[in-house]
């Protein structure tokens, strides 16, 4: 089954700098990649994903790219700002139709004011 | 919508205890999923089901969890007995697709003493 990793499992940065968040897969027929975003005592919310056939995708801060020859995905903040403290999910999906999303183990994000 | 509603949000419960938890999905959803979380093992996926129907059920822990479906706007995570393991934050989620996004509601937190 698909093997999904993310790193690092904890990240600080300083309000205005950049974040990158990295996940690997293991299955090469994967096709979509979700990134949520969990607030503090809320469920994971989507806040973007990719799919197989573009390698980049942009949605005003945040970014997500997509190496499929080397099976990982990224999620690019820039500008960062409190608001973005959060726990970040990256997940995805088996290649079996029917199987849900494989979720990596969260990435918690603390921007310093 | 309203989106996927959770009930209770918070449970605090003795070793034991018989306890039940709810979850409303989006109308429409065919797809709803119970998910687990902790610090020490994240995002684990407990059993999901696919019209009413339960598909994979591989990740509930034991015997003392069960989950129901008994129609398409309602689901149910039980766990008798309860004991202090068992303390966690559950979502329950939907979406019309296994494989794309999924909509998580609020959340239990759940502490059994």
């Known amino acids: 089954g698909e093997n999904v990793e993310q790193h690092p499992s904890t990240l600080s940065v300083q309000e205005g700098d950049s974040a990158v968040i990295k996940c690997t897969y293991s299955?090469?027929?994967?096709?979509?990649f979700p990134w949520y975003k969990q607030e503090l005592g809320k469920g994971p919310q989507l806040i973007i994903d990719?799919?197989?056939?573009?390698g980049e995708k942009k949605d005003q801060r945040i970014a997500v790219t997509l190496n499929k020859t080397a099976k990982h995905f990224s999620l690019h903040i820039t500008e960062t700002q409190p608001e973005d403290s959060a726990v970040y999910f990256c997940a995805a999906p088996a290649s079996s139709g029917n199987t849900p999303l494989v979720f990596g183990k969260g990435t918690r994000l603390s921007v310093i004011a | 919508d309203a989106g996927v509603i959770q009930s209770p949000r918070h449970e605090v419960t003795e070793m034991g205890q018989e306890v039940t938890l709810r979850c409303k999905p989006i109308s429409g959803h065919d797809y709803l999923f119970w998910y687990r979380q902790t610090m020490m093992r994240g995002l684990e996926l407990l059993i999901y089901f696919n019209n009413n129907v339960p598909i994979d059920d591989s990740g509930m822990p034991e015997d003392r969890f069960s989950a129901k479906m008994p129609n398409a706007s309602f689901s149910t995570l039980k766990i008798q007995p309860s004991e202090p393991r068992d303390s966690a934050v559950y979502f329950c989620?939907?979406?019309?697709?296994?494989?794309?996004?999924?909509?998580f509601g609020p959340g239990t937190r759940l502490l059994v003493l």
């Open positions: 990719i799919r197989s056939n573009v």
């Open positions: 299955d090469s027929a994967s096709n979509y």
């Open positions: 989620a939907s979406s019309n697709n296994p494989q794309g996004t999924q909509y």
